[in-house]
Each structure stands twice: as C-alpha cells, then as structure tokens.
C-alpha cells in the first residue's frame, strides 16, 4: 500500500490533481519523461500516468492526473493519508538530453504537467528552455509560477484568449523559430512537444520544413506497461513500437499520427461508457 502524502488541484475547475506518493523505491529511480502505472484497489484497472516529479530524499513521487476516465474521476476523490493499492515503475525511458543547449519545450492541457519536470531538468542542467504552454481556457491553466520558475522564457496561451496570449501552440512555437532566424540567434536543438495527439502532429508539421528534431511523448491505451500485451503499439519509421518501452518518447517526424488518431478514437466509445458505470458495490468509490 502506497501512502498519499500530499493531494491538491491545480486549477479553478478541479480538473487536474496533484498527488505526492511514498514509494522509495520509484523516487530513487524515476527519471523526467518516465512513468508509473497504478491500480486503486486489488481489482481496479491499470491507469499509466507520467512522473511529474520525485524527491529522492522524502522517497515520494509525485504525479498530476486528469480526471478523465472512471479511474482517475475515482482517484481524484481519495484524500491526503489515504493509501493506494499499487504503483509499479518507474517505467518507459527517461527523455533523453545530452548534448542539448536550446531547446523549445510545448505543452499542451494536462501535457505541461508531463513537460514540466522535463524542462525542470533541462533548466537545471542549464540548457536554454522557451516554454510554451497553451489551454483551452483561464479555467483550466496549471503550474503558472512553476513553468515560470523553468522557463528562460515562458509563452502561455489559450484558445479563447482569457489567459495569456490568444491562439494555439503551433502559433507561437512557428513565431519563436521565425524570430531566431530574422535575430540571426541559434535555432532550437529540439522541439519536445507533449499534448494532445492532434497538437502534436500539427507541431511536427511546424517544425518539419525547418529541419528542427522533434520529439513527442506519447500516452496510448496501456495494459501491462512491460511490452507484453501489445495494447500501446505505434507505427514509428514505418515500424511497431511500443510505447511503454520503446517510448513514451519518439521522433515526431517518423510517427504515423494518422493511425495513432485512428486507434484512440476506436476505444473512445468504451472509455466513456466505462466512465459513465457507477459500481453498484462501491457507489463509485475506490473499494477499500
Ligand atoms: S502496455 Fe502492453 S505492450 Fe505496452
């Protein structure tokens, strides 16, 4: 059993929790861009969720989770003191950063907090970090101070304009490239792009033409998290993958979005009905 030490919501519309978790284990190992996969109770579902942070010294992890799905409306509702059944990891590779000098780090909705502790780690190593965070709304902004506190330079935007600037990430992440090129300053090493599938495949159009290397994490449907069951394939370069393994991170440049896109939408129906269920044992609590 896992004990959550911390839990708060990081914006006005309670869509997004932070949870800080003892498990020594994972807070010696995890690296930024790994992940954990947990599980409520003893028969609760396999839910992936990225490593937002550790603290070696405190052995907690800490991870920001969306409600989206029954899984995680159920986590949202334990409190601090409470403990969870299982955290497994950490997992998948860690983003890779040597060599870098300047990198432009986009986040989009609840991916900024999984770009978060990515540029964390950049800016402590003194890499260069322009950070774009774009949301759909002011309602649903996260980690205003701590993007602030990473960034060399911050751009938050939303799509309707009442936070920040108004427009979308690809805007702005073609705006910064354009102005490198016209102030003659060095061009980004890498764009690391983490969002809706959709965001990122019209980022990797935006950088393409400029030859800038593009790197994505992905967040497919998951099971084992161990390369076993398949569930989290992607065609990269023409070949599988797997996302658990051989990723979360991949070149957005050789990921084909298209079946991507296509085999999220294929298990959309099922997630929402699963999230509508309300167990008639727990009423829609987590058992335990
Ligand atoms: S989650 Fe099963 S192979 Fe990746």
């Given amino acids: 059993m896992y004990k959550v030490v911390t839990k708060r919501f990081l914006n006005d519309a309670k869509t997004i929790c932070l949870f800080e978790i003892e498990a020594p284990f994972i807070a010696r190992h995890a690296r930024a861009g790994q992940f954990v996969i947990f599980r409520l109770d003893e028969q609760g579902e396999r839910v992936p969720v990225s490593v937002a942070g550790y603290?070696?010294?405190?052995?907690?992890?800490?991870?920001?989770?969306?409600?989206?799905?029954?899984?995680?409306?159920?986590?949202?509702?334990?409190?601090?003191g409470d403990y969870i059944s299982d955290i497994a990891g950490p997992l998948g590779k860690a983003t890779e950063m040597e060599g870098l000098k300047k990198v432009?780090?986009?986040?989009?909705?609840v991916g900024c907090a999984i770009a978060y502790p990515i540029a964390k780690e950049?800016?402590?190593?003194?890499?260069?970090?322009?950070?774009?965070?774009?949301?759909?709304?002011?309602?649903?902004?996260?980690?205003?101070?701590?993007?602030?506190?990473?960034?060399?330079?911050?751009?938050?935007?939303?799509?309707?304009?009442?936070?920040?600037?108004?427009?979308?990430t690809t805007l702005f992440l073609k705006q910064e490239i354009e102005a490198n090129i016209d102030?003659?300053?060095?061009?980004?090493?890498?764009?690391?792009?983490i969002g809706p599938d959709i965001m990122m495949k019209f980022l990797a159009d935006v950088t393409r033409p400029y030859g800038i290397s593009t790197i994505i994490s992905l967040d497919p449907i998951m099971v084992d998290g161990t390369g076993m069951c398949g569930c989290c394939r992607v065609i990269v370069g023409g070949e599988t993958k797997f996302a658990c393994v051989d990723g979360p991170d991949f070149d957005a440049h050789q990921v084909d979005?298209?079946?991507?896109?296509?085999?999220?939408?294929?298990?959309?129906?099922?997630?929402?009905?699963?999230?509508?269920?309300i167990c008639r044992m727990t009423g829609g609590k987590r058992n335990g």
């Avoid at 991870?63 to 601090?80: D, I, S």
């Avoid at 432009?104 to 909705?109: L, M, R």
């Avoid at 102030?183 to 792009?193: L, N």
């Fill in 183 to 193: 102030w003659k300053r060095p061009q980004f090493d890498r764009v690391i792009a």
């Fill in 257 to 277: 979005f298209d079946s991507l896109i296509k085999r999220a939408a294929f298990y959309k129906e099922e997630q929402d009905e699963a999230a509508k269920h």
């Fill in 55 to 80: 603290d070696r010294q405190k052995g907690t992890v800490t991870v920001m989770v969306q409600a989206a799905g029954r899984t995680t409306r159920m986590l949202h509702t334990v409190e601090q």
């Fill in 122 to 168: 950049m800016h402590e190593r003194g890499i260069e970090v322009t950070f774009i965070a774009g949301f759909r709304s002011a309602d649903i902004v996260i980690l205003k101070d701590e993007l602030k506190e990473v960034s060399d330079k911050l751009i938050m935007c939303t799509d309707d304009g009442s936070y920040g600037r108004k427009g979308f």
């Fill in 104 to 109: 432009c780090v986009v986040g989009g909705g």
